[in-house]
């Protein structure tokens, strides 16, 4: 990677981090354990609800948005995962 190059990439990568800080500090306390435990983490639902001492509803239900919408349709899964 030439050096014009790497510059993209790293302030591609710093603004990619500045927006996931960004939204996860605009979620409560619970949703944001369960999105890193869940997504970041790649733990199954049931580790993530044992984990936090919650049944597996809440947790489906966190990860949940009022409309329905579901974090689990946006966000890249791991291969095998």
């Not at 605009?26 to 993530?48: H, I, N």
């Not at 974090?71 to 890249?76: G, T």
Request: aromatic share 4%; hydrophobic share 45%; net charge negative.
């Amino acid at each position: 990677m030439d050096a014009d190059a790497e510059r993209e990439f790293n302030a591609a990568a710093t603004d990619l981090r500045l927006a996931l800080a960004a939204a996860l500090g605009r979620l409560t306390p619970r949703q944001r354990a369960v999105v890193v435990l869940r997504y970041a983490e790649d733990l199954p639902e049931s580790e993530v609800a044992a984990v936090l001492d919650v049944s597996v509803g809440t947790v489906r239900s966190t990860a949940s948005g009022p409309d329905g919408w579901s974090l689990s349709a946006r966000w890249p899964r791991r291969a095998g995962s």
